[in-house]
């Protein structure tokens, strides 16, 4: 028994020298657990987030140019008879001439012949007289006013009263294609004491023209006042009848100013006729002395109360003592 324990031993003592020798088995090492694969669903919406707000800002900022103004027309009265005088006045309008006529409702014609024509200057202010036809075709009537070139045209609606029957107006006959010859500018000054005292002024501009054309001319005149060279005051047009050849006319329009007006005014117009134009100019010198008196009034009492509010006051005389009584008696 000792014999095989013995043989055992060394069998299993050789089994060990064996599998020192040869090497242990490697140690089966676990594979790491596999790293779960998270969706980038959310990724690209978070990164595109800022990019239109970054091209946003990146854009440069324009701003808009402001919307430009409606050229208008208005007229003194909703209605006229025909033959009658109508006051058309205009705003915002463009520089230039206008042509200012009543015309039928749509496609109807316009009355040609009672049409005006007026340069409006830059301030895009403006008006003329206007005698009021029927246009053929009859009514419902507007006045129309439209820029030489057609490009822009406003209305104003106008209602002809009286006669039923009124024909339409005449056709268009020859007119002179030139504005008259302004011979002579002046302003007459208000005679009124209220104006030098320093009141509201009313002046006359006084204009003299002469027709030197071979045909009768239809005159429009567009006047305005202010001060310094580009006066901008509207002045009521007057209605200048049409000039015969070879006659000369003296117009007078009322020019106002307003109350404590001083210095130079400057009264600024044009003669059109048929889109061409006649500038003429004339100035008037405001000086009221109502004013300048009373400030020079005020200023001598405000002298005079002050010297005698620092004129030193002299003490009374008192008799001396003794001095009063009876005189020494005589015996």
Partial sequence: MRSLRTIGRAAGALVA???TSAGALP??????????????????????????VVAAALVPVVAEAPA??????????????????????????PAGTVVI?????????????????????????????LTAAVPPGGCPCQVRVTTLDRRLTAAAPLALTGDPGARPAPAAEHRATVPPVVTA??????????????????HTLVVRLRNDGTAPAAVTMSVTVGRGDDPSGFVPPPAVPD????????VRVPVSLPALAFGTWTV???????????PFRASVESRPWGPTALLGVAVVVLLAVELLRRRPRTAPIRPA?????????VG
């Fill in 17 to 19: 020298v064996a599998a």
């Fill in 27 to 52: 140690t089966p090492v676990a594979a790491p657990a596999p790293v779960p694969v998270v969706a980038a669903g959310p990724v690209p919406v978070v990164a595109a987030a800022p990019v239109p």
């Fill in 68 to 93: 430009p103004v409606a050229p208008t027309v208005t007229l003194d009265r909703a209605e006229a008879r025909p033959g009658g005088r109508v006051l058309v006045r205009l705003a915002g309008w």
């Fill in 101 to 129: 006529e009543v015309c039928g409702a749509g496609p109807a014609g316009c009355a040609v012949d009672s049409s005006v024509q007026t340069h409006l200057a830059g301030t895009g202010l403006g008006g003329a007289a």
């Fill in 185 to 202: 500018v002046a302003v007459e000054r208000d005679p009124g004491w209220w104006s030098r005292l320093g009141g509201p002024a009313r």
């Fill in 243 to 250: 000039l015969a050849v070879g006659e000369e006319r003296a």
């Fill in 268 to 278: 600024e117009g044009r003669v059109v006729t048929a889109g061409v134009a006649a």
């Fill in 321 to 329: 003592e003794g001095s009063g009584g009876a005189g020494p008696s």
